[in-house]
Structure formats: structure tokens, C-alpha cells
T-cell receptor
Framework: GENVEQHPSTLSVQEGDSAVIKCTYS??????FPWYKQELGKRPQLIIDIRSNVGEKKDQRIAVTLNKTAKHFSLHITETQPEDSAVYFC???????????FGTGTQLKVEL | GAGVSQSPSNKVTEKGKDVELRCDPI?????LYWYRQSLGQGLEFLIY????????KSGLPSDRFSAERTGGSVSTLTIQRTQQEDSAVYLC???????????FGDGTRLSIL
């Protein structure tokens, strides 16, 4: 089955700096890659996603890149703010498009 | 509009008891998913429903777990003879159809004593 690996597990940056979280997946048939932000005790919230027919997508301070050949995708957050502090999960849609396989999460801390 | 609604928000029960968790998806969403999140862990797929098709139960960890979806809307996840390792947050998500963005509910925090 699909396996998604996520790095780093924790990331601490200074306010205003950029943060990058990386994921790799194993199933070459995966074609949809969302990123979720989860604050403590809250639901995971979809922040950005990308499909396999594009290499990059941007939404304000957030961008995602996809390298299908390497089976690798990354989340980039620029000009980080304290409210960006949360756990971020990457995921890959597989199993014929009916299940998300999640990475193990990255705890991002933005320090003042 | 209304998001995915789950109940109860918290459930504490004794080992060996049965529990039922409820999920009300976003109106019009035909795809519904259950995931489990253990403390400090990622989300683990449990089961998926798409319209009237047979559900994908491949993620259910044991035969103590079952789920149904009546009328293509509300779903219940049932855990029989609960064990302490069942303690986790159970999250439900829905999407308009399969292969579309999934939106999560707040989850049910299940604690087995």
C-alpha cells in the first residue's frame, strides 16, 4: 500500500522566516496531495492541495511543489507568523482515489 | 454553510463496552470517510463510503469495528467490546465525490478506561 514519509517532525523558525516541510510517497498512482493544518484540539483544516498534472501551486504565503518523478512534494510557508504555529500533515490520495494516506506530521513553531 | 458534524465530542467508557460514534456530513457530499488519530500521531484511514456503492472497509483494524451509512447521509461507527488501545480521536470527513478535497469534523475523543 501507499506509504507517506514526512520531515522534519518538528520545525522551529523565527517570525518572518520561511518554513519548508517535505514529504515523499511510494505509490506512483497517487494523483492528489493535500496539506492540512491542525491546531491543538482542533480539526485538521485543508490549507492547500495539488494534483499530479501541475508542478506548483501558490496561495498567498503558502505554496506547494510536486516532483512526480521523485515522488516528492513540499509545503513552503513564507513570512511566517505566530498564528502559523500548528501541526501540518501532508497526504496522498490513493486506493483508486478513495483514501488519504497521511504523513506523521510536522510540529511548526514560529517564535517571536 | 454547516460543516461536518460529529457527536459526541467526548466519550469515556469502560473496557468491554460498545460505543457508537455519529457523523453528519456536509449536505450534498456523497463521499464519507472515517479516520482515527492516536495521541501525537497522524491520521489512520478506517473506512470509506461513496453513494450507494459497497464501502471500502480495508482500514478497519479488527472485526470489532463496523460502520454504516443510512440513506446516503449520516454515518455511525460502532466499536464493540472496546479495548484500551481503541482510545483515540475518531475523525469523520466528507467530500462532494471521491477524489475531491476532504473536509473534517471536530472528531470524537474516545477514552477507554
Amino acid at each position: 500500500g501507499e506509504n507517506v514519509e514526512q520531515h522534519p517532525s518538528t520545525l522551529s523558525v523565527q517570525e518572518g522566516d520561511s518554513a519548508v516541510i517535505k514529504c515523499t510517497y511510494s505509490d506512483s498512482a497517487s494523483n492528489y496531495f493535500p496539506w492540512y493544518k491542525q491546531e491543538l484540539g482542533k480539526r485538521p483544516q485543508l490549507i492547500i492541495d495539488i494534483r499530479s498534472n501541475v508542478g506548483e501551486k501558490k496561495d498567498q504565503r503558502i505554496a506547494v511543489t510536486l516532483n512526480k518523478t521523485a515522488k516528492h512534494f513540499s509545503l513552503h510557508i513564507t513570512e511566517t507568523q505566530p498564528e502559523d504555529s500548528a501541526v501540518y500533515f501532508c497526504a496522498a490520495l490513493t486506493g483508486g482515489g478513495n483514501k488519504l494516506t497521511f504523513g506523521t506530521g510536522t510540529q511548526l513553531k514560529v517564535e517571536l | 454553510g454547516a460543516g461536518v458534524s460529529q457527536s459526541p465530542s467526548n466519550k469515556v467508557t469502560e473496557k468491554g463496552k460498545d460505543v457508537e460514534l455519529r457523523c453528519d456530513p456536509i449536505s450534498g457530499h456523497t463521499a464519507l470517510y472515517w479516520y482515527r488519530q492516536s495521541l501525537g500521531q497522524g491520521l489512520e484511514f478506517l473506512i470509506y463510503f461513496q453513494g450507494n456503492s459497497a464501502p471500502d472497509k480495508s482500514g478497519l483494524p479488527s472485526d470489532r469495528f463496523s460502520a454504516e451509512r443510512t440513506g446516503g447521509s449520516v454515518s455511525t461507527l460502532t466499536i464493540q467490546r472496546t479495548q484500551q488501545e481503541d482510545s483515540a480521536v475518531y475523525l469523520c470527513a466528507s467530500s462532494p465525490v471521491m477524489n475531491q478535497p476532504q473536509h473534517f469534523g471536530d472528531g470524537t475523543r474516545l477514552s477507554i478506561l
